[in-house]
């Protein structure tokens, strides 16, 4: 098992590829901020160096994988609605 990141009496964060490191699961509620599948680089930065683009942003498949993983347990799932079904 993956080492927390960070831990307390009443969370813990684990760091890292939620396919790989499954102790999430044990979780009562699931907080997570996933790839978006939208490929963002800020633009932000226009006198200095841009920031680097996120990474494995260009694809949704961690992101589909663990919420079937989650199932129909409780979850605050970030995203954006960019491309989203009407």
Do not use: H
Request: contains cysteine; negative net charge.
């Amino acid at each position: 098992m993956t080492e927390p990141y960070y831990t307390d009496g009443a969370v813990t964060l684990y760091l890292g590829d939620c396919i790989q490191v499954d102790a999430w699961l044990q979780a009562d509620v699931l907080v997570c901020d996933p790839p978006y599948g939208m490929r963002f680089q800020s633009g932000q930065r226009k006198a200095t160096e841009r920031f680097a683009k996120i990474a494995n942003d260009d694809s949704t498949i961690s992101r589909d994988v663990a919420l079937e993983l989650w199932g129909d347990r409780p979850a605050a799932v970030f995203g954006t609605w960019a491309g989203a079904a009407a």
